[in-house]
């Protein structure tokens, strides 16, 4: 067929080149050695049937062209005459016998075996069927000397190991059955050693199928002679198939009904296992031991170590529900609808009986026997509260839960512990906490649980328990924060913790950052701030923050103690609550003290801004001025008023001041009042009296030159008190006259002067 497609796809015009190349094909198949393709016999075969006379040099002028012009013809020399092909056939033999000197005798075979074994795992079926747990056992092959330490270094997912030692002569194999019975092996009962019959039987065949592996490989001229090619390839595909056929016969694994040739044991203990079929019995029998507390989950979407990613995000959507759904049936999904989550939901949570009807709604709740708990769920959510309830108030890493889960007697799959913990969060939810890089987290959605699966190593639990003494304070708590809940529904940790929280948080800047308050109220504040974890917080740092001790679980305090925590607490929290508007009053009386103003707030701001109408068309200096155009404003409430003049003069609205601003505003509006005070001096005579208010300006001079002055304002309801301050003074004045006049000039004197020294 060669032959022939080269001649029929070769195209030309001239006779003569295609009456040499055919009877050089015809000649090249016969390759008989006493009639070869030279120029001498194409010449006689041509002129032979040529009824022309051609002479030898016209055919030695095609040989040349087709050959060196064409190159479809390739001279293999004297000997060898012309060819369709450019190397002579590939001798099989010599290439055999060359792979034979290069690849030598083989001593040990062991390490060899291993490249023509395929270690795939063997699956317990039986116990997968019943259970719907896929587990299978991982087959390592090992020398006799690794026996030893193989089964301690087993680091993968695989629910059991079948370890196979490779046993090249007896005396190995005498060593091998010594070593099955090592007593750490004792308590290994997932892992079955298998003694096989001495290897060294199967060199030969291995020899031959190393030796056509290598004409293979090393053989370069089979690339141009396909017929070698084939050759050799048949010879390396049967010779490997003999070798691995022998294999399995010594230590085939997975034949159903063929003698097995392996020597079985397990935990020091000989097996009697003659085929596959009892191979997967025993295996299944194993799993069903070791794996006694393991759920049976019939769902293959989620029940793996491995699951697809729509698999995964339907599992996700089924979380979702159960924390914003749980009182609807189906978990509000359509029941004529068959979404992958619906399938997980029918086979878990609906065959488990965790998603169960209560009167009109339903609830995700725990199995209470074992007869309404079908699908063996039990054992494994009485594991996770163990786990989170062995430390109370402590924080259990999430990721100790998921190792544990996965170990025996439980086996957990890795696509079903998410759900699982959801229902243990979902079922009681009253009594834990989960946190997130050690900060706490107030609520546990979708979102939550997504980066709880992605990162388990960044979640921790914690289980708050409230019995003992924490009932009492819990209730009293609940009372003096004035908190309510539900008749049907069980006061929570959180019912407490989180208005406290939110009350701190919501407090002004101010509240946060001053200094101002009672050792107790600073340090109830602090706590709460910094809190991380509810339980310690309400009933470890509150207490001490208050001057008593933690109150744990087994505390032995008496009500009467209880009851003076909570009036403490009460306190602090009163006096946080009231430390923003007690500042405020601060600043007003500051404002009223400074000008002198008497009378109610509304009464000082009204006065303030006639006053500051009076002076403000003098006034040039820029803060001065505006400091004047903040008193007129009378459009704003009196509190944001005081506000807007506390945010001028320390540069911040007070709600974010530290005790500093308070500082800095004081000392900003005596320098600001002093000013005013001169400028209404100096303008006094050039403005003229409201209706509301009179003023007079009071000058005193000492006989050195000094000056004391102040301008004064009344408001005419004032009239009355003042005419009888007059009466009174006039009664002294007249009596004593001169002197009289100079005691009461020293009196003003003396009060213009203090009120200069405070100013400054």
């Known amino acids: 067929n060669q032959i022939d497609s080269m001649i029929e796809s070769f195209a030309t015009e001239r006779e003569l080149e295609l009456n040499v190349l055919k009877i050089v094909g015809i000649l090249n198949l016969l390759n008989c050695n006493d009639l070869l393709a030279t120029e001498e016999t194409i010449t006689l075969a041509i002129a032979e049937n040529n009824s022309s006379v051609l002479n030898a040099k016209q055919i030695g002028t095609a040989l040349e062209t087709l050959q060196k012009g064409r190159r479809v013809l390739y001279r293999r020399g004297a000997a060898g005459g012309f060819c369709l092909w450019p190397h002579t056939s590939v001798d099989l033999e010599q290439s055999y016998e060359s792979a034979s000197r290069a690849l030598g005798t083989l001593n040990r075979i062991a390490n060899m075996i291993k490249d023509y074994i395929e270690p795939r795992p063997i699956v317990a079926r039986r116990h997968y069927i019943q259970s719907g747990n896929l587990r299978y056992f991982e087959v390592r092959y090992c020398s006799v000397a690794e026996l030893v330490t193989v089964f301690k270094t087993i680091t993968s997912d695989a629910d059991g190991t079948i370890i196979v030692p490779l046993c090249e002569t007896p005396e190995e194999r005498a060593l091998a059955l010594k070593l099955v019975m090592q007593p750490e092996l004792k308590n290994r009962p997932e892992v079955l050693i298998a003694i096989p019959p001495p290897l060294n039987t199967l060199t030969g065949l291995l020899q031959e199928a190393q030796r056509w592996e290598w004409v293979a490989n090393n053989t370069p001229e089979l690339n141009t002679d396909r017929f070698a090619a084939e050759e050799v390839s048949r010879q390396r595909d049967a010779s490997r198939m003999s070798f691995e056929s022998r294999i399995q016969d010594f230590i085939g694994l997975r034949q159903l009904t063929r003698q ?5 044991y397990l935990q020091n203990n000989k097996l009697k296992i003659s085929s596959g079929r009892e191979l997967l019995s025993i295996l299944s029998d194993i799993c069903d031991k070791i794996y006694f507390n393991a759920p049976r989950i019939k769902n293959e979407l989620v029940n793996r170590h491995s699951i697809s ?20 049936p189906f978990l509000g999904m359509e029941p004529n609808k068959k979404p992958p989550e619906m399938s997980i939901y029918l086979s878990f949570l609906k065959a488990a009986g965790i998603h169960q009807q209560y009167g009109k709604d339903w609830k995700i709740v725990i199995p209470s026997s074992k007869r309404e708990d079908p699908c063996y769920i039990i054992p494994t959510l009485r594991k996770i509260e163990e ?30 512990i998410p759900i699982l913990l959801a229902i243990f969060v979902i079922a009681n939810q009253n009594e834990i906490a989960l946190y997130e890089d050690e900060t706490f987290l107030k609520s546990v959605g979708a979102e939550e649980f997504l980066r709880l699966i992605k990162a388990p190593e960044s979640f921790e639990i914690q289980y708050c328990k409230i019995e003992g003494i924490r009932v009492d304070l819990f209730e009293k708590l609940l009372t003096i924060l004035e908190l309510k809940t539900s008749e049907n529904k069980k006061s929570e940790l959180l019912d407490v913790v989180r208005p406290l929280c939110m009350f701190i948080a919501k407090l002004p800047s101010y509240v946060h950052n001053t200094k101002n308050l009672s050792q107790e109220a600073l340090a109830v504040r602090d706590v709460i701030l910094s809190a991380r974890e509810p339980a310690k917080l309400l009933f470890d740092d509150l207490p001490k923050a208050c001057g008593f001790e933690a109150l744990t679980v087994d505390s032995n305090v008496k009500s009467e103690l209880i009851r003076d925590f909570v009036k403490r607490l009460k306190k602090a929290l009163d006096e946080l609550k009231s430390a923003y508007p007690e500042l405020k009053e601060r600043l007003k009386k500051q404002l009223q003290d400074s000008f002198s103003v008497p009378g109610s707030f509304s009464q000082v701001r009204q006065t303030l801004a006639e006053r500051s109408v009076r002076v403000l068309i003098s006034i040039t200096e820029p803060k001065l001025k505006a400091f004047c155009l903040r008193l007129m404003d009378d459009n704003l409430p009196e509190d944001e008023w005081i506000e807007s003049l506390g945010s001028y003069l320390a540069l911040k609205p007070p709600s974010k001041w530290h005790d500093i601003e308070e500082d800095t505003f004081n000392q900003e509006l005596t320098q600001l009042i002093t000013r005013f005070h001169h400028v209404e001096s100096i303008i006094f005579t050039k403005v003229k009296n409201t209706k509301a208010s009179t003023g007079i300006r009071l000058a005193i001079t000492q006989s050195d030159g000094t000056e004391r002055e102040q301008v004064v304002y009344f408001r005419s309801e004032e009239e009355s008190q003042l005419k009888q301050l007059q009466n009174e003074l006039d009664d002294m004045l007249l009596k004593h006259k001169r002197l009289g006049l100079v005691a009461a000039s020293r009196v003003m004197w003396k009060l213009l002067s203090e009120k200069e020294e405070v100013r400054q």
Not at 310 to 327: K, P
Not at 388 to 415: A, C, H, M, Q
């Open 309 to 328: 990613s729509s698999a995964a995000a339907a599992r996700m959507r089924l979380i979702e529900r159960m924390l914003t759904a749980a009182s609807k």
């Open 260 to 264: 097995l040739s392996l020597e079985w």
């Open 387 to 416: 786990i989170v309830k062995k430390k109370s108030d402590s924080k259990i890493p999430i990721l100790e839960i998921f190792t544990t889960l996965k170990k025996p007697p439980y086996g957990v799959r890795n696509g079903i």
